[in-house]
């Protein structure tokens, strides 16, 4: 049975390969995620553990940033004496670094990354940790001179002697490039300004006497423990202190979140080919099978058992798994090797001789591959088992053509009015938390009823698609439609996989229309200023940015926006921390507010803030009560609510409990902040037009802002979501190339099994062009079938993603047909594209060979 079941594999080996395919891609995206992952884990590891200070001494912050406020944390810097004279200290270094800069060559340009990656401003001093060496020119020594890193200066064709122009939080300042440093260890992707140490307190942090941490050596035979605890002795537990292991695990934590996104696409990515390889892999082993009746009769006429037989198919199954998986894996390094590529065309220099592929990452990828293919190939074996000898040896092909379809009927209907309860039940949800959790079950349970239930739709649906071949195709439209109707198992599941990606593009395309309709109708209902400026990427910016806006001419009211970190204590005995919205008076000028209890000028006045309705019925605050509130840097206060709002889709992204508050109240507790967006409105008789002209003029010395109007605004939102659609339709692609595998194997299989056949068609007058014809009719109206299906199925899912949006005020409902539309079409050429070789290889047989096959 072992030596036959080789030679059966080996045998069919070109019939398997396209199998193979999905199994090499699922394996390649799981293997590929891990070994990127780990690669770039391990890298900064080392970064950080060879950068760190053996302890830190830093500002302690009790309440965490939601949104960016500009906010440096700074400590004395007179704490690094106090520090040297603990024992076990070798030596302090004062550290300045912050991030909240941008910096401009001599042509106003951004020096910057634009991948997302941080500009970064230090003073420089040199430690055997230290990420970078002096490799060019000499170190900075007065106001106005700096060095910066090498990979930057190459990238932006800058070198010693360019001036560059920092736009910091104190104010604007230009340097002297005087020396290049070079990275001695990974790039993480940032540029890297440096400054003296008195110029970069006075210049980043506008007081010589601040400094963001306070590095501190441990001297020889002190472990880091050891010091950490001497310094807690001398500055008790009013800064924070943290070791280098606590440094490196603290930055590795902030790095996870970018790497879990990557991770989990990729993932995602595999998932689909998972799912779609199933059925490609199902559909080859059911029709391989059927072929192969004659010789599992003999097996079984030969003395082999039931139970022998379900062993060989799986046998064969567990090889195309072990083949694939191993392609699946070396394809999957290659991929990881391309991923570090692209991160460093995006800036972060990682090596691809350092590629990490720690044990787990072989025994997933085969743990994926084999028990894909073991599981899809279960079924086929069960039924290959159960062939009889005498059937067998009388050549009837085990197809399941004359099975009813009654079970299928039965477990389908059941499993899919649970999946249309839970759909409903999400609908029905008042708790986003509750709804999610019943749209995940109705997914999975409709997609499950409708892959079961896909064969009973088969014939009623392909007879309605395929009604008009006969009279626009002739004898060869009607034998194309009877060829799909043939085996409505078979049809159901090649068209199943083509329906699983079209149904999730279907669904997220609802979805994102949706938000797109309901972001713009937020964005008319609430956003009453002529023009807003903010920084390109949401960050705060300087104070000097709102003055420049200010001065524009034509400019009339201005309302200054600040976010400001808080933590509430609410009458239910929650604490909240979240970000509140801190604006200037005239905010009804600047935006439409509606209000169910207070108004603006009681929100705004000194020690008074303004809240969501919802969420105050939620923890039980009313209009007057006083509620505890903490700022960052241990600033307690007590506010009180002056104002109720009612923001339908303010809660979509916004901050929980859409606190705001006006800017007396953040300048008294939290007074380092800075501004993140500024509303203008055009003086009375000024054209918009006139007064946008304007603004961009004042401000073209500072690229990092931009001036919207709503128009720009929605515009902005619909590319935000289009980043998510990129996505879903990178998924669609993949689905596809596996859906079109999967078509082109049932074709091609089906020609094999239909051989005698096509050979007398073709000897009655049937020519290849015909035949050809045949065959790719067949594929269209199997692809729109799938499509059809998919786009039912996604229909019904983004309306009920939709339900569980307007949960968090995204109401409106859109539907893109143009899409939906398009999809259709674009199925006919999937199913042209899947029948090309199928019907090149049917053409090509030879009239008598294929009457005499066996």
Known sequence: MLKATLRSFFAHKGRLFLSALAVILSVAFVAGSLIFSDTVTRTFDRLFASTSADVTISAKEEISEGLPTGRVPTVPAELAERASSVAGVAGTHVDVGVENIT???????????????????????????????????????????????????????????????????????????????????????????????????????????????????????VSDEQLKRSLAAEFGGTYELKTADEQAKSAAEELGGFLDIIKYVMLGFAGIAVLVGIFLIVNTFSMLIAQRTRELGLMRALGADRR???????????????????????????????????????????????????????????????????????????????????????????????????????????????????????????????????????????????????PLLVRPVIRVLGGAFPALFGSVGRLSQRNALRNPRRTGATAAALMVGLALVGGLSV?????????????????????????????????????????????????????VPIALELPDGRRVESTASAYEPGLDEVAKVDYTAGGTDAALAPGHLGLDHAFAAEHGVRLGDEL?????????????????????????????????????????????????????????????????TSLEQALDPYPQVQVRDQADYKELIRSQIAV?????????????VIAILGVVNTLALSVVERTREIGLLRAIGLARRQLSWMIRLESV???????????????????????????????????PWGTMIAVVLGSIVVGLAAALLPAARAARMNVLAAIAHE
């Open 628 to 692: 505890p509130a903490r700022f960052p840097g241990g600033q307690r206060a007590t506010l009180t609510v002056g104002a109720l709002t009612d923001l339908p889709g303010s809660g979509a992204f916004a901050p929980e409990g859409g606190i705001f508050l006006g800017f007396d109240t953040a300048d008294r507790y939290v007074p380092d902040g800075q501004d993140s967006a500024v509303y203008l409105n055009a003086s009375s008789g000024v054209d918009p037009a006139e007064l946008r």
């Open 511 to 563: 979805a994102s229309a949706s938000m797109t309709k309901s972001f713009d109708e937020q964005i008319d209902r609430q956003l009453g200023a002529d023009f807003v400026v903010q920084n390109r990427a949401f960050m705060p910016f300087p104070a000097e940015v709102t003055e420049a806006a200010k001065g524009a001419d034509g400019v009339g009211t201005v309302v200054r926006q600040r976010f």
């Open 308 to 454: 022998q037989v379900r062993r060989s198919v799986l046998a064969e199954a567990l090889l195309l798994g072990v083949v694939g998986s191993t392609l699946g894996l070396a394809t999957g390094i290659g991929l990881a090797a391309g991923l570090i590529e692209l991160m460093g065309l995006l800036g972060m220099n990682l090596r691809a001789t350092e590629m990490v592929i720690g044990w787990t990452t072989p025994v997933i990828a085969y743990a994926v591959g084999v028990g894909v293919t073991f599981l899809a190939a279960y079924l086929p074996a069960r039924r290959a088992a159960r062939v009889s000898p005498m059937a067998a040896l009388a050549d009837i092909e085990v197809t399941g053509l004359g099975r009813p379809l009654t079970v299928r009927a039965i477990v389908g209907s059941v499993v899919g009015a649970a999946g249309a309860a839970a759909l409903v039940g999400c609908a029905l949800a008042k708790d986003s938390a509750g709804a999610a959790s019943l749209l995940g079950l109705g997914v999975i349970l409709t997609l499950i009823a409708t892959v079961i239930s896909g």
């Open 103 to 221: 910096v401009v060559d001599a042509e106003n340009e951004p020096v910057g990354p634009t991948t997302g990656a941080p500009t970064i401003a230090t003073n420089w001093y040199v430690t055997e940790r230290s990420p970078v060496e002096l490799t060019e020119g000499r170190a900075p020594s007065g106001a106005d001179e700096a060095l910066l890193d090498s990979d930057t200066a190459e990238k932006k064709n800058l070198g010693i002697g360019d001036r560059l122009t920092v736009l910091a939080g104190p104010g604007s300042f230009e340097v002297e490039i005087v020396g290049i440093a070079t990275f001695t260890t990974t790039n993480p992707g940032a540029a890297l300004v440096f400054l003296d140490t008195r110029t970069a307190q006075q210049k980043l942090l506008g007081d010589p006497g601040k400094a963001t941490a306070i590095a501190v050596d441990a001297a020889p035979g």
């Open 724 to 736: 998510m659609l990129y996505l879903v339709y990178a998924l669609l692609g993949l689905a596809i």
């Open 781 to 815: 109206v199997i692809s729109v079938f799938g499509a059809l299906l998919g786009i039912a199925l996604g229909l019904v899912w983004g309306v009920a993603v939709q339900q569980v949006l307007a949960l968090e005020g995204m109401t409106a409902l859109a539907i």
